[in-house]
């Protein structure tokens, strides 16, 4: 991968912002759970319950923050957001020591992390076209897709063997001090938005809607809302199950768990290489179709995980199924924000946000339901069947055949043209 916008100052200060961030947020993915089934021994339900907490937010808070983020300077919203998380998080292994730790603190922090993540990801998502111009969203969300993806291949290595040498609490430390070291960088970043300016007539509910019918008038828009929303409830029920099957049913230590989702970790670092000559190949409307469905395909290895070599084919097939979210992600994450006035860049990524994120928590309460009711197992065997119904939306809209979409156009299905 070229050099290209890493050669900006600017940009260089988020790069290197998100990847300490990452790290660490891929270690408290991993060590939250952890801390919940080996500290507390949570039961099925309550994992999902946390599970939910940690994406509620989406639910509660994400169509009004995507108002307010068009109404502030979006990088100073991501430092705030990036200080409060650091401060939540450390109150985890401090409630530990003071042998004071809850199952409802846990959800209490996963519930006002999230809430955190949702304006910080609604900001970030809003700031990058300012950042890098729209002509450079491909190749910047590219690069911080490959931020991520590299995070997922380490953070669980780390978190695993930090769980196995110290605890899952001293884990959710470092991922507090990252966010803290995140902010700094965002501090770095020398070029400052030009305060939104404010209407006096300006109203927080008028403003929510304008974001929801722009999404929601846009065929193309709703296609990709309708794929994601449903990619990521059968994704949550995985997320809610998954930890506890090695955990519990394999009996996988702690360090051998976080080596499993490294290898599929190496699938989004791929992932984030192939995505733009993928892209060239086939298209970026066929690259979305293609990676959505190649990405689930790969996840129904996952549910044959089992001692010995078939927990390495469900790693495999969880690295097949990052290389397809990443070429997914990257193509229809840049054609929402070409397409969106500056203006109405934090509402749209707000909606989108509220009606894909918002489906997490769903799914991670059936995920609970579902284990305590038909077993752990069965019910990751349900959400890799189920997530292959994501591919639909997309394969019966226009952007099943389109090679090309178009950033400049306007918000129709004639923003896209073949």
Known sequence: MRVGLLRDHDFRQLFTADTISQVGTQVSVLA???????????????VGILT???????????????ALVDRVRRRGAM?????????????????????????????????LAGVCTVFFDVSYQSYLPFLVGKEHLVEGNSRLELVRSTAQIGGPTVAGLLVKAVGGPVAMLVDGVSYLVSALFLGRIRRIEERPERHPDAHLGREILEGLRFVV????????????????????IVQATLVMFLARELALSPALIGLFFTVGGLGALAGAFLVRPITQLVGAGPAIWLGIL????????V??????????????????????VIVYNVN????????????????????MRFIVWGTLPLGALAGGALASAIGVHEALWVASVGALVAVVPILVSPLRSMRELTPAAPAGTEAVRK
């Not at 650091?86 to 004071?100: C, F, R, T």
């Open 294 to 301: 190649v990405g689930d395909l790969g996840g129904l290895l």
């Open 79 to 111: 430092v705030i957001a990036d200080l409060l998380r650091a401060v939540l998080l450390v109150s985890v292994p401090v409630a530990w020591w003071l042998d004071v730790l809850s199952m409802p603190q846990l959800y209490l922090v996963g519930l």
């Open 52 to 66: 939910a907490a940690e994406t509620a937010a989406f639910l509660l808070v994400g169509l009004p923050a995507g």
């Open 32 to 46: 939250l759970p952890l801390v919940a089934v080996l500290n507390l021994q949570a039961s099925p339900l309550e």
């Open 217 to 236: 008038g846009n065929r193309l828009l709703r296609a990709i809302a309708a794929c994601t929303g449903t990619a990521n409830f059968f994704g949550a």
């Open 332 to 351: 229809q994450v840049s054609f929402r924000q070409g397409i969106t006035p500056d203006a109405l860049l934090g509402r749209m990524n707000a909606t």
């Open 303 to 324: 549910p044959l995980a089992a001692p010995g070599w078939r927990l390495w084919l469900a790693a495999a097939g969880s690295a097949l199924f990052g290389i397809g």
